[in-house]
């Protein structure tokens, strides 16, 4: 499976932007760029998902690079809610069902 | 509408005992998963069922782990004779059609704690 690479942590001020990044750089043409986070104590919660364009959802915003060797998710205003670990998956093609996740990006709001 | 749902919420066994542990999907979904999450860890990937079939077992970490899904809805995962490791966060999700691009819903998990 291609692999991602996120940094472990960030930190951002409430009620900032914040950009999370997350390169692939053995993503292969039919694998779609999974995000998902995980709140304290939950389960995790679907993000935003893409392919080959930029992304929108009343959540985040996914960009895409134009080799989709990496991209980046962004939070157009954070808030305390927004305070988790972010996961960047690789979905393959069919049948591969499963989610890969690594040990994502821990993202911590300051108030 | 009501999501996954996940029982017990904690588990406390006794090395040795056998537990079972139930997930509800989201009504009318196809695809069932559960993972494994250990303390500071991503979740990980332990089997996958289609309908009632089990098309992917390949994350169940010993022969002790059995899951099933009898009639395609509800599923069960069974430990037996629990040991130390087998602590962790198990997680269910389920999504309605699989592929690349679903959707993957998820429970808020039952914690086990092995003494």
């Known amino acids: 499976d291609a692999k991602t690479t996120q940094p472990n942590s960030m930190e951002s001020n409430e009620e900032e932007p914040v950009h999370l990044p997350c390169n692939h750089s053995t993503i292969s043409g039919t694998d779609y760029i999974h995000w998902y986070r995980q709140l304290p104590s939950q389960g995790p919660e679907y993000v935003i998902h893409g392919l080959t364009s930029n992304v929108n959802n009343r959540m985040a915003s996914l960009a895409i690079a134009e080799d989709r060797k990496s991209s980046t998710l962004i939070l157009h205003r954070a808030t305390l809610r927004d305070a988790a670990v972010y996961y960047c998956?690789?979905?393959?093609?069919?049948?591969?069902?499963?989610?890969?996740f690594g040990t994502g990006t821990r993202l911590t709001i300051i108030p | 509408g009501a999501g996954v749902s996940q029982s017990p919420r904690y588990k406390v066994a006794k090395r040795g005992q056998d537990v079972a542990l139930r997930c509800d999907p989201i009504?009318?979904?196809?695809?069932l998963f559960w993972y494994q999450q250990a303390l500071g860890q991503g979740p990980e990937f332990l089997t996958y069922?289609?309908?009632?079939?089990?098309?992917?077992k390949s994350g169940l970490p010993s022969d002790r782990f059995f899951a099933e899904r009898p009639e395609g809805s509800v599923s069960t995962l069974k430990i037996q004779r629990t040991q130390q490791e087998d602590s962790a966060v198990y997680l269910c999700a389920s999504s309605s059609a699989g592929g690349p691009g679903d959707t993957q819903y998820f429970g808020p998990g039952t914690r086990l704690t092995v003494l």
């Open positions: 009504s009318g979904h196809v695809s």
């Open positions: 998956i690789l979905r393959v093609s069919f049948g591969n069902e499963k989610l890969t």
């Open positions: 069922f289609q309908n009632e079939a089990q098309l992917d």
